[in-house]
């Protein structure tokens, strides 16, 4: 079977989008291949890792559109000319508006660093560090209109401990998701991922 075609869209340092793309080239039998990385942020981390393995960059300025609407159309003309079946978002920084939403309908991921719906938006570990959580975690998820707030795919707990800082404690959340979302984006490539209202099944389990 031909393998899907996934876009990565990532802000910043990019090492999931590296372990998605690492994933699927260690394994000839992959179901997917990271055909195109999206970066919004010049000089970002993400688009020196994309030059290293070779997945072809679309640079984007939001900025330099009239609307957030105009910036995603363009997204997806360059999405459409590439045959991507789907979006995998990896520390891609913006909410997104219906444009893309409704071009790619329950077929965008993210990954975020906290166990839903504890933690939403921006440094969640730290978020949870400071609510003097004692379990910390990921959570991978389906892409709605909101914050983190789509119907959840995958989750992973770690402890928190008593002496962690967002310094120790994140280095640990960051080996759990490019462990996870590899295993998530494999298995929505191959059609195991079903949604039901806002209860999501693997089928066939993640294999971890
Ligand atoms: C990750 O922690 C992810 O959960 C969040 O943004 C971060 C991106 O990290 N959405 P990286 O750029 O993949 O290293």
Same mark, same amino acid.
Request: charged letters at 25%.
């Given at each position: 079977?031909?393998?899907?075609?996934?876009?990565?869209?990532?802000?910043?340092?990019?090492?999931?989008?590296?372990?998605? %793309?690492?994933?699927?080239?260690?394994?000839?039998?992959?179901?997917?291949? %990271?055909?195109?990385?999206?970066? +919004?942020?010049?000089?970002?981390?993400?688009?020196?890792?994309?030059?290293?393995?070779?997945?072809?960059?679309?640079? %984007?300025?939001?900025?330099?559109?009239?609307?957030?609407?105009?910036?995603?159309?363009?997204?997806?003309?360059?999405?459409?000319?590439?045959?991507? +079946?789907?979006?995998?978002?990896?520390?891609?920084?913006?909410?997104?508006?219906? /444009?893309?939403?409704?071009?790619?309908?329950?077929?965008?991921?993210n990954i975020h660093p906290s166990l839903?719906?504890?933690?939403?938006?921006?440094?969640? /570990?730290?978020?949870?560090?400071?609510?003097?959580?004692?379990?910390?975690?990921?959570?991978?998820?389906?892409?709605?209109?909101?914050?983190?707030?789509?119907?959840?795919?995958?989750?992973?707990?770690?402890?928190?401990?008593?002496?962690?800082?967002?310094?120790?404690?994140?280095?640990? /959340?960051? %080996?759990?998701?490019?462990?996870?979302?590899?295993?998530?984006?494999?298995?929505?490539?191959?059609?195991? /991922?079903?949604?039901?209202?806002?209860?999501?099944?693997?089928?066939?389990?993640?294999?971890?």
């Amino acid at each position: 079977m031909a393998k899907k075609r996934v876009a990565v869209f990532a802000s910043g340092s990019g090492s999931n989008f590296e372990a998605v %793309v690492s994933a699927s080239v260690r394994d000839a039998a992959s179901p997917y291949e %990271v055909a195109l990385l999206v970066c +919004d942020k010049p000089g970002a981390g993400a688009i020196e890792r994309a030059e290293r393995l070779g997945v072809p960059v679309y640079a %984007v300025r939001p900025k330099s559109y009239a609307s957030r609407e105009a910036y995603e159309a363009d997204v997806v003309r360059e999405l459409r000319e590439r045959g991507i +079946d789907f979006i995998v978002l990896a520390g891609y920084m913006r909410l997104v508006t219906s /444009v893309l939403l409704d071009a790619f309908e329950n077929r965008i991921l993210n990954i975020h660093p906290s166990l839903l719906p504890a933690f939403p938006g921006l440094h969640a /570990v730290e978020q949870a560090l400071a609510y003097g959580a004692k379990v910390a975690g990921v959570t991978v998820h389906f892409v709605d209109g909101g914050m983190d707030s789509g119907a959840i795919i995958a989750q992973e707990a770690l402890a928190v401990l008593p002496d962690d800082t967002a310094d120790t404690l994140y280095p640990r /959340v960051q %080996v759990i998701e490019h462990r996870l979302y590899p295993a998530v984006v494999r298995a929505f490539a191959e059609d195991r /991922v079903r949604l039901d209202g806002r209860r999501v099944v693997v089928e066939g389990g993640l294999g971890l």
